[in-house]
């Protein structure tokens, strides 16, 4: 079990590529993840009731399942992560992180079903300054929903290794950078998500 601290920005798709144009001229590209999320909750949303998000990630040559809780603080995550070489494409039953999950709130893995994916191109660039390391992400998401898709640009920096007041400050330094143009959120794509899938 981990503590995942990240920092996310939202915005339109125009200052997204602009400001992924400044990283491309400044920064060296780390790599890129062509991902699938697909997250799952029972038909009463349980999960979601306890600020719980259970994730299975398809990425080319893994699949990776997480679950993520909620902390006092905004920018803070407790996450569990197993990681399938074998890329499995739905929940592995099997999974101890899952089952651990299915004890603790009383459910079966039947009881679990597919309720948003995302389609996530993501560019990743990674920071290393005395102090602390950290990824920088540019995620253009396409959010899956019954009746159409809804795109979502978000750049999010997370924290590798190093020190959190190292990680503010590199996020203050793009805050005055970008100004107004960006917006600060703590709010989880999933969250975000079901708010624009339904039909209605």
Partial sequence: MAIEMEVKFRMDADVWAAIKADYDREQTLHHVERQTNQYYDTSDRRLGALEVG?????????????????TEQAHKRVEIE???????????????????LMQEVGIAYDDIAPLVMLRTERFIFEIEEQGVRAEVCFDDVSIVGRCREHKLYEIEFELLSGSEERLYHLVHAFKNRYGTSVEESSIPKLVYALNLVNCD
């Fill in 54 to 70: 259970l994730r299975l990630r398809v990425l080319e040559d893994r699949s990776i399942l997480a679950i993520k809780r909620s």
């Fill in 82 to 100: 197993e990681t399938y070489a074998d890329g499995p494409d739905s929940l592995p039953p099997d999974s101890p992180a899952l089952q651990a």
